[in-house]
């Protein structure tokens, strides 16, 4: 058995304090010289008894209660499988345009249209409610990256954030490039213990110049992160990337915004995989991809708080000073009986 922490150890030198119940009082003496005659009280007894063993353990708690009993907070490691995993969430105005592409079919009324950061927020709710060892991040970005949360096993901070990115409207124009940047940041200085993830979710590209390309790559291959790019199509006139191939030679500046990054992201020499998504369903089975594929063992270190147990001295020492109440009023209401 492992004995708790103390806040003041040194109040424990009042425990012998406990057994003044056990000493003889004045008042226990009988008046009469010999007692063989008076009849067996064995009740009488019995609460003498109970009442010495209450105020004794009365006594004691509430000594142990001054002692600040307490287990301290600290850290434990487990093995269980997932990854740390950074969402990176563009907020801009676009992504609250709807995520219907097609013409409804011949026959058939309007479907109800969700704008794609409904979408995109429930697919990513129902990653955090999937993976609840996972380690995960939230940035959003637009003009400039916004970073939400940092790594943490507390999924009702990350849904908050999530959640607060439907209300309000944002910017137009996004910067792609600080968004990853600060993704990626968000990875250093925490210690390497399994896969490693950027989810970055846009409905656009963007034309990273010279030095913010040297850096991703850098970083990415530095911090051993893993790169998935969910590209959520506005419209039917929205490229397909599935179909751009693997020619990463070509002068990806001439090409639109959002072939050019995939380019540049196929490029690296890190593992990378494109998702395109126009509706819940194929967001949908775009996360479920991904959470098949970062499901590798991942150590996680597990912070315990501290635990004070002074509450329940003090709960058991009122509990005693009640039963010593009662049985002296028994004790008082029997004498005037007698």
Do not use: C
């Not at 801009?92 to 011949?106: A, C, L, Y």
């Amino acid at each position: 058995m492992t004995l708790p922490d103390l806040d003041l150890p040194m109040v424990l030198v009042l425990l012998p304090l406990a057994l003044l119940p056990l000493l003889r009082r004045r008042r226990d003496e009988s008046p009469h010289p010999w007692t063989e005659l008076l009849p067996d009280d064995p009740v009488g007894t019995w609460v003498a008894r109970l009442w010495q063993l209450v105020a004794v353990l009365t006594i004691a708690s509430l000594v142990m209660g001054l002692a600040g009993p307490h287990r301290s907070g600290t850290e434990i490691e487990r093995i269980t499988r997932g990854a740390e995993i950074s969402l990176v969430l563009d907020r801009s105005s676009s992504m609250d345009q709807g995520t219907r592409r097609n013409v409804p079919e011949p026959g058939k009324g309007a479907t109800e249209v969700r704008s794609k950061n409904e979408v995109v927020r429930d697919a990513l709710t129902r990653l955090l409610n999937e993976r609840p060892d996972n380690r995960f991040a939230l940035t959003m970005f637009n003009v400039a990256p916004i970073r939400i949360a940092p790594f943490t096993d507390n999924a009702a901070l990350v849904q908050a954030g999530l959640d607060a990115s439907g209300i309000g409207r944002g910017p137009s124009k996004t910067d792609i490039g600080r968004a990853l940047l600060a993704a990626i940041d968000a990875f250093a200085g925490r210690d390497y213990t399994g896969s490693r993830a950027i989810v970055l979710v846009s409905d656009g590209g963007a034309r990273l110049d010279e030095t913010v390309r040297a850096a991703v790559a850098r970083e990415l291959d530095r911090q051993r992160v893993a790169l998935y790019f969910i590209y959520v199509q506005s419209g039917v006139n929205s490229p397909d990337l599935e179909l751009v191939g693997t020619d990463v030679g070509r002068d990806i500046d001439n090409e639109k915004e959002e072939v050019a990054l995939h380019l540049f992201f196929q490029g690296l020499d890190i593992e990378y995989r494109v998702f395109q998504a126009h509706d819940p369903d194929s967001m949908a089975r775009a996360i479920a991809e991904i959470d098949r594929a970062q499901n590798l063992p991942l150590t996680i270190t597990e912070r315990l708080p501290r635990v004070d147990h002074r509450t329940g001295y003090w709960a058991f020492a009122l509990l005693g000073l009640l039963l010593l109440a009662g049985i002296a009023s028994l004790r008082r209401t029997t004498g005037a009986t007698a």
